[in-house]
């Protein structure tokens, strides 16, 4: 067995003897079905304020290469046409919300949406999708979406680009809040698939070279709305 090998699965083994009590310090609140508190000291700490939580955001965006953006709502156009502009877009598919609906309007893109019928060999030809999310998660700089709100499994896949539009109450501080929002808005009725996008997608599987964009969009772009300018 070589040194990767072994390395993988001691860490395994030692994840499997870690005791399942779910908690984080952060919360001060025990959740038996969220994340071991055994966890918690691999995961980075999160000021739970909304200037600790932004703050804790960006920066894993920038280590994820994630393209992150907070405007106001009065400007949220402009911004999403500065960013048409910048990355060339063409076309677009989306799915209906109202951050989202505000920003197809201002790309002035053909396209179609996903929320009725549609043809998945189209949406591969399409340059830039737009969802909505569940939340954002500070501690991970991820974007928690599923299949029921966010225009079904495949709007944040197949398209090579991904425009994710958050509002500013919606940056949680970490995974076990990220949990209790679904298990609380969610309860026993799950959508078929919950996701959690951390950065555009990647693989390190040729000779550990980072590739983006191996089994899904190659560039992520968040956009937080914010309350105060």
Not at 8 to 33: C, M, N, Y
Not at 139 to 147: I, P, R, Y
Request: aromatic fraction near 6%; hydrophobic fraction near 40%.
């Amino acid at each position: 067995m070589n040194d990767d090998r072994a390395l993988v699965f001691s860490r395994i083994k030692e994840a499997l003897q870690t005791p399942r009590d779910i908690s984080h310090p952060s919360s001060g609140v025990s959740h038996p079905a969220s994340v071991s508190s055994g966890y918690a000291s691999w995961l980075p700490a999160v000021t739970d304020t909304p200037a600790g939580r932004l703050a804790a955001f960006k920066e894993r965006s920038e280590l994820l290469k994630t393209e992150f953006i907070t405007t106001t709502a009065d400007n949220l156009a402009s911004v999403v046409a500065d960013l048409k502009t910048r990355h060339g877009w063409t076309s677009a598919a989306w799915h209906s919300a109202p951050l989202v609906d505000e920003a197809r309007q201002a790309l002035a893109l053909p396209g179609f949406s996903t929320d009725g019928p549609y043809d998945s060999a189209a949406l591969e030809k399409i340059d830039v999708s737009v969802t909505g999310c569940d939340c954002l998660v500070a501690q991970t700089g991820g974007v928690l979406a599923n299949s029921r709100g966010t225009g079904g499994r495949t709007l944040s896949i197949l398209p090579p680009h991904h425009l994710v539009i958050a509002r500013e109450n919606q940056l949680l501080a970490d995974l076990p809040a990220a949990f209790r929002l679904v298990q609380d808005r969610y309860g026993k009725d799950l959508p078929s698939m919950l996701c959690f996008e951390t950065g555009p997608s990647r693989t390190g599987d040729i000779e550990r070279i980072l590739v983006l964009g191996a089994h899904g969009p190659k560039k992520l772009t968040v956009i937080l709305v914010t309350d105060n300018p």
